[in-house]
Structures are given as C-alpha cells and as structure tokens.
C-alpha cells in the first residue's frame, strides 16, 4: 500500500512541476569524492577506552583524510552545506530566476534549512521531511540520535517477534540482539557472502549495532533503499547462524565517502578519550541496548584528526520569511529524531509541523494523511494547519 501511495503521490507531483533533482557536491553524478578503500576497511573502535585505541582511531581518520584529498583534489575542502545551498541558488537563477518548489528529506532537510536561511523569499514552498537540526550541541545530539534508534529498535523486537512475516517470529528477538552482541564481541561472526573486496569478511559487535540503525528506516519491504525490517529480522536470524553478511560493513558504495566528507565539514568532532568517554556514559545509561551507536556518533568520531577543518559549524538559524515552511516528523524515526523537528521551529519563524504518529525514516514516501499534506502544499502553495499524530496509511 505505502509503495503503490507513494507512486500516485509522485505522479501528481511530476504532473504539477519539473522536477529537478540535484547532486550536491561530491555526491552521484557530481564529482565524487574518492578514498582509499583500504584505510577505510581498517579495522579500529568506535568506543576507544585507552589511549592506543584513541590514538588509533585519530590516525585511520587522518589517513583516509589525507587519502581522500589525493585522489578527490580540492573539491575535498568545498563540499559543506551551506556550498551546496548556494549551488541550488545558482541553478534556480540559471533557470529563470522564478522562485523555487523545494522538497528536502532527512539531509535535504538541512540543506534546505540552510539555503533559506541565505535566500529567505527565493522559494514560493519548501517542505522539510524526517528532520536534521543543525545546531545541537555534540552530547545532545547523540542523546537524540541513540534515543531514537533506542525506540525504533524496540518497536522492531515487537513486531519480529510477532508478525508471521518476521524471520524471528516466536523468538525473544530482545535476548537473542543481546546475544548477538555478547557473542560477536568475544569472535567476530563470519560474513560468508563477503570477500574482502566489498564488505569485511566478519562482523563485530560495534558493527552489528552501528549497521543495524539504517535497517530501521522503512518498516515495511518495498518503500526505500532495499531496507526494511523483515531484511533486518533475516539478518540477525542468519547471523544467529553464524553468517552476519546483511550486517556487514560495505565499502564499494561510493557514497559512503561523500556522507563521511560533508559530515566532516558540517559537524563538529569529539576532542579528546575523556570526551569521548563522559558521551558514551552517558549514552550507556539511557540507551543501553544501542549503547551510543547511532549516526551522530559516527559523524563525531569519524573526524577526529580529518585534515580539513570544520567549514560550516553547527549554529542556530534565525529564518524569516513570508512564505510558510512545511516540516514533517514522526514519533518512530530511528534516523531523525521528532526533537530535532520540534527544535527546527523555534529556528524558522513562519513554519508549520506535522507529526505523524508512526515508524520510518520520513513520511512522504509512505502514503497517507502525511503524505497527502505535504503533496497537497507543494502543488496548491497552501500550508495546512499545524496537526500532531497524524497517520500513514
């Protein structure tokens, strides 16, 4: 139903506009950034509790850093948010100079926060889904990012446990992720379908709780990016078995190099081990089944020694504009915490939040009241009234 929702939605939206999407920098067809597989494929731990294992994870970072700016060349210091705001700006000159229909999910709703904090009446709509807020501090932001993942992750114990479609049905799908973890961090499980080439041949317990985030962002099969949660519920029943594959590191999608480059200029790193451990304490505390995995962790640490300062710190933005902004969040996003949405409107002045009352890494793509609504602003210019706990379906 989400899939064939999202097909009719999609067909009124192209019906309505041309549709142009973008590759902000270093990403898809622009020029991408490129790394040393090798160093990124290194082996080090996200949690280091002694000096070694800091030293250790400062040193790979700064390498595959140094490797990156080799071989992707200047482009390497140029790919922050805010260039890449400016760069749509540009475009939507190019094209006319009429104002823009903008739609931004998950970081497209930064970069589209960050481009009307620059050109504040260039746009005509703007709808911001499965919200990023760029401007908490480093331990709020990983206590909202844990928390989520946190409760998404128990929202999936539930249903594995119980829906007849699961690969763990019947199963205390809870004990079995604690023996997962118990069990992977003794000996890491083989990844059977993983040579070396593309993905580690074994998977740790960091690296089952850390890939495990992205599985949670569409709850049913068919929505987005071949995630779901039956593909997590396969996963850890197969690595029950002793073959972690589904869980285990990729490293040929050369994505993963652009994310890791823009987060390395847009967010600022963990300075020192007692920072690093006061955070995991902390996330030990109130999150102890995911116990501070989560992507803000990683954006955090995978800087540490990056040798290409930040360029584009967080801050809080003070938008004004005429033209109402759209801003839709849910009470289920293992990726983008509903506060960030909520903190988003003490950001933008004129902006209307909807939260849909549901799981999954954003709300258009799954059919729906929410969907409906940012649909229907896009087309009529219209922003509805502000609604909490929507629906999905």
């Known amino acids: 139903m989400a899939q064939g929702a999202f097909q009719n939605q999609t067909l009124q939206l192209r019906a309505a506009f041309d549709i142009i999407g973008l ?17 990124y494929a290194e082996r080090v731990s996200w949690f280091p509790q002694t000096e070694e294992e800091y030293d250790a994870l400062v040193d790979k970072n700064k390498r595959l850093g140094e490797s990156c700016r080799e ?39 930064q970069l589209g926060a960050q481009y ?45 446990a119980t829906d007849a479609s699961s690969a763990l049905h019947g199963q205390d799908v809870r004990a079995l992720w604690l023996d997962l973890l118990t069990e992977a961090a003794e000996t890491p499980i ?14 740790n317990a960091e690296e089952i709780l850390f890939n495990a985030q992205g599985f949670l962002n569409f709850p049913g099969a068919g929505v987005g990016l071949g995630v779901s949660w039956q593909l997590l519920a396969s996963a850890l029943f197969d690595a029950s078995y002793g073959d972690a594959s589904t869980l285990s590191t990729p490293y040929s999608n050369p994505e993963v190099f652009s994310r890791l480059a823009i987060h390395c200029l ?25 116990r501070g995995a989560s992507h803000r962790w990683r954006a955090q640490h995978a800087c540490m020694g990056w ?13 004004k504009s005429d033209t ?70």
């Open 307 to 319: 040798p290409v300062a930040v360029k584009n710190p967080p801050r809080k933005l003070n938008i």
């Open 324 to 393: 109402t902004v759209l801003m839709a969040s849910s009470t289920g996003d293992s990726s983008t915490g509903l506060p960030w949405a909520i903190g988003m409107l003490e950001e933008i002045e004129n902006a209307v939040l909807i939260v849909r009352n549901g799981d999954g890494h954003g709300s258009l793509p799954l059919g729906g009241e929410t969907s409906d609504l940012i649909g229907r602003y896009l087309i009529t210019g219209k922003a509805p009234a502000e609604r909490f706990l929507t629906t999905s379906s």
């Open 71 to 109: 071989l992707t060349g200047p482009l390497l210091e140029h790919v922050d948010t805010i260039s890449a705001a400016k760069d749509h700006e540009a475009v939507r000159v190019a094209l006319g100079n009429e104002p823009m229909n903008f739609l931004g999910l998950s970081y497209g709703s």
């Open 190 to 203: 083989p990844a059977l379908s993983c040579n070396g080439t593309d993905c580690l041949t074994d998977v």
């Open 23 to 39: 590759d902000p920098r270093g990403t898809g067809m622009s020029h991408q950034i490129i790394c040393s597989k090798d160093i």
């Open 266 to 290: 847009d967010w600022n790193r963990s300075e020192s081990l007692s920072d690093i451990k006061a955070k995991l304490a902390m996330a030990t505390a109130y999150t102890p089944l995911v």
């Open 116 to 160: 009307i904090s620059l050109f504040p009446e260039n746009f005509r709509t703007l709808a911001l889904d499965a919200i990023v807020q760029h401007s908490q501090s480093e331990a709020a932001n990983i206590h909202i990012d844990t928390s989520s993942y946190e409760l998404v992750l128990k929202h999936f114990f539930d249903w594995a």
